[in-house]
């Protein structure tokens, strides 16, 4: 890391290339193996890692200084998922892994449902259905009424059925 | 993105950092903060002329007490600004510096005739003291977390309640060029309130004010 601080490109790049494996089981054992969430919080953290290096301090250990990073990281991912506290460490792994039984495949195809919506009608989808905002945040962030944003998503959600039965037929 | 490609864009990118000044930029930081809580408190109650006020013990003692928080505040809030920062030693630290005041002001009212001890204890302006102090650590508060945002806490509400600490000191520092309070036990009370009152603030807005 002093290295790679110092501008050495190949010290960092092997650096942040032994951490990746380390971080990668570091989430999975929290998350569960099958989160897809697990490789973004990895990304995140090295991210992270590269924008914050200013903060270590050279006289200290490295890994606590890095795994600080990632404990804040996955903190911050519980935080904006609300599932922070109200599900056991870790029990939280099954329940993840049941939501997202194949991430690739899943994302697509609903991103692909999701761009047959207006942009409006799709933002609030996005934030109601995936990112899992309550409906009156979602209703806030589109700037409409909860009872407009409810209909919206009754509207989608008839229309995203009516597609996905055309095709199945 | 793939995780090996993000690897190689950052490290592509990797520039020499700039050392670790944390600890400067905090101080710089603290210290505008300061300067503007002066010019808070000279255009909103005015100043002792300094001449007449560096000549009192008192004033010596309030400074005294104050600084040293100060300093204190400070190396704490660089610790908790690290991601493997702990706060033990600051914290121990600040404790202590508490506890000397406390004795002092012990002593002193242990010393005072009974009649007077409200007087020595409450002063003039006891109920004001503490407010003045908050007031006056907001600019401080402010500067502190403007540049502890870019650094990298993870500890979110002690980070603040370690910020909220320094600004407070800083607030009371400054305080003390107008307070005309002379005792020990003034000092140690209602300070030491204003300050607290500042962690404690510091530490509820800091959970939500530091995220990065």
């Known amino acids: 890391m002093i290295r790679g601080l110092q501008g050495d490109k190949d010290a960092y790049r092997e650096l942040l290339g032994v951490l990746t494996p380390y971080l990668r089981g570091h989430f999975r054992r929290r998350l569960g193996p099958g989160d897809a969430d697990a490789e973004d919080l990895v990304q995140e953290t090295l991210l992270a890692i590269h924008l914050k ?3 270590y301090d050279r006289h200290q250990p490295f890994t606590p200084w890095a795994y600080g990073i990632a404990r ?3 903190l911050d991912h519980f935080r904006r998922t609300g ?3 109200t599900i056991p460490l870790d029990d939280a792994g ?3 892994a049941v939501e997202n039984p194949d991430e690739g495949a899943v994302r697509r195809d609903i991103a692909q449902l999701l761009g047959s919506l207006p942009p409006r009608q799709r933002a609030l989808m996005r934030d109601v259905k995936l990112t899992g905002l309550s409906m009156q945040e979602a209703a806030q962030r589109g700037g409409v009424s909860v009872t407009a944003a409810k209909v919206s998503i009754h509207r989608s959600m008839r229309r995203l059925a009516r ?6 037929r | 993105m793939k995780t090996a490609d993000l690897i190689f864009a950052l ?3 990797a520039s020499p950092a700039r050392g670790a000044p944390v600890r400067r930029r905090l101080a710089a930081a603290a210290a505008l903060g300061a300067v503007v809580a002066f010019v808070v408190l000279a255009g909103w109650l005015g100043v002792r002329p300094l001449t007449i006020a560096a000549d009192t013990p008192s004033f010596w003692m309030k400074v005294g007490y104050t600084l040293c928080i100060s300093l204190a505040g400070l190396e704490l809030v660089g610790r908790l600004s690290r991601p493997d920062g702990r706060p033990h030693a600051g914290l121990i630290i600040i404790i202590l510096i508490v506890a000397v005041m406390a004795v002092l002001a012990g002593v002193e009212l242990a010393r005072t005739p009974r009649v007077d001890v409200a007087e020595v204890w409450l002063g003039q302006s006891w109920s004001q003291c503490p407010f003045r102090i908050l007031a006056l650590g907001v600019p401080v508060y402010l500067a502190i977390v403007w540049v502890m ?4 806490p993870t500890r979110l509400g002690m980070a603040g309640a370690a910020a909220g600490t320094l600004a407070g000191a800083v607030g009371a520092t400054v305080y003390g060029l107008y307070c005309q309070e002379t005792t020990a036990a003034f000092v140690a009370t209602w300070y030491t309130l204003g300050i607290a009152a500042s962690a404690a603030l510091g530490g509820l807005i800091g959970s939500r004010l530091l995220r990065w």
């Open chain 1, 163 to 168: 597609k996905v039965g055309d095709e199945d």
């Open chain 1, 94 to 96: 099954d329940l993840f």
């Open chain 1, 72 to 74: 804040y990281k996955l």
């Open chain 1, 83 to 85: 599932a922070r506290q």
């Open chain 2, 149 to 152: 945002r870019r650094l990298a």
């Open chain 1, 53 to 55: 290096r200013e903060t």
């Open chain 2, 11 to 13: 490290s592509s990118s």
